[in-house]
Nanobody, 116 residues
Framework: QVQLVESGGGLVQAGGSLRLSCAAS????????MRWHRQAPGKERELVAG???????NYADSVKGRFTISRDNVKNTMYLQMNSLKPEDTAVYYC??????????WGQGTQVTVSS
């Protein structure tokens, strides 16, 4: 079992920044890929960014150049630095972790609200 706890969400004005964190309970070496997803009201959950154990990253086109995903394998924590935020970035942000054995775990989500 892997417990994921997100933090760092909040209310920010358009153009501002936030940094999300996702702390994992599993000891290092067990988790392969970690990702950030988001779900806006009335919309499906979408992938925002992902990072593998060795640091390979990928981003949704809508956040490229504005968001940066990173990972500290010693602290078992993943981050999402979000800059130049837009109202359309408003959503509940979820982290997920995939283990090497193929299990998938989700956090409880953290609300990000960007006002215009």
């Amino acid at each position: 079992q892997v417990q994921l706890v997100e933090s760092g969400g909040g209310l920010v004005q358009a153009g501002g920044s936030l940094r999300l964190s996702c702390a994992a309970s599993r000891t290092r070496g067990s988790i392969n890929v970690m990702r950030w997803h988001r779900q806006a009201p009335g919309k499906e959950r979408e992938l925002v960014a992902g990072i593998t154990w060795d640091g390979t990253t990928n981003y949704a086109d809508s956040v490229k150049g504005r968001f940066t995903i990173s990972r500290d394998n010693v602290k078992n924590t993943m981050y999402l630095q979000m800059n130049s935020l837009k109202p359309e970035d408003t959503a509940v942000y979820y982290c997920n972790a995939d283990t090497w054995s193929g299990e998938r775990f989700w956090g409880q989500g953290t609300q990000v609200t960007v006002s215009s």
